[in-house]
């Protein structure tokens, strides 16, 4: 099933917001709003290694991997690693509530740029500290393929 994210194309400029789509980085929107507000670049994230994962509520697999994901965050996020969640069903969120209760990393609400297209859900993008792309994987992870991609890049300073 082929799943659409929404991406609202605004730039905030001295306050008043302007119709400009963000360019994608490595195939990625820029900018991050989260469920409480806060906008965050991916660029303001080099030094870290990301994981951006996105998810629906309706899928099991996605739901299967949120708690890997999370505990995964948890362990590691002293060593600089960040997870960024989105779900492809928001609306399911009340308010600003978080999309998934539960989770402790960030979940964004929207992400600013043009339109991403998901061939299907869950899909995983992770990005080395340099900022650079180093994987998209369109299924989820599991606790041996998280710790083979992922970990090296911990390691890596």
Not at 13 to 32: H, S, W, Y
Not at 67 to 87: D, F, K, M, Q
Not at 112 to 139: H, K, M, W
Not at 143 to 157: C, D, F, M, Q, Y
């Amino acid at each position: 099933m082929r799943s659409r994210i929404v991406l609202i194309s605004v730039a905030m400029i001295g306050g008043v917001g302007a119709a400009a789509p963000a360019p994608l980085q490595n195939g990625m929107p820029r900018d991050f709003l989260f469920a409480d507000g806060a906008r965050v670049k991916l660029e303001d994230l080099r030094g870290k290694v990301v994981i951006v994962n996105i998810w629906a509520t309706w899928c099991l697999p996605c739901r299967a991997e949120l708690p890997l994901l999370n505990a995964y965050y948890r362990r590691h996020r002293s060593e600089g690693l960040v997870v960024i969640g989105i779900a492809v069903d928001p609306g399911k969120a009340k308010g600003d509530q978080m999309v998934s209760p539960g989770i402790g990393y960030p979940q964004a609400r929207h992400v600013f740029g043009r339109d991403l297209t998901v061939a299907s859900v869950p899909t995983n993008y992770v990005f080395a500290r340099n900022g650079r792309l180093e994987s998209i994987a369109a299924q989820s992870f599991d606790a041996r393929s998280i710790e083979r991609l992922v970990g090296p890049l911990l390691k890596a300073k």
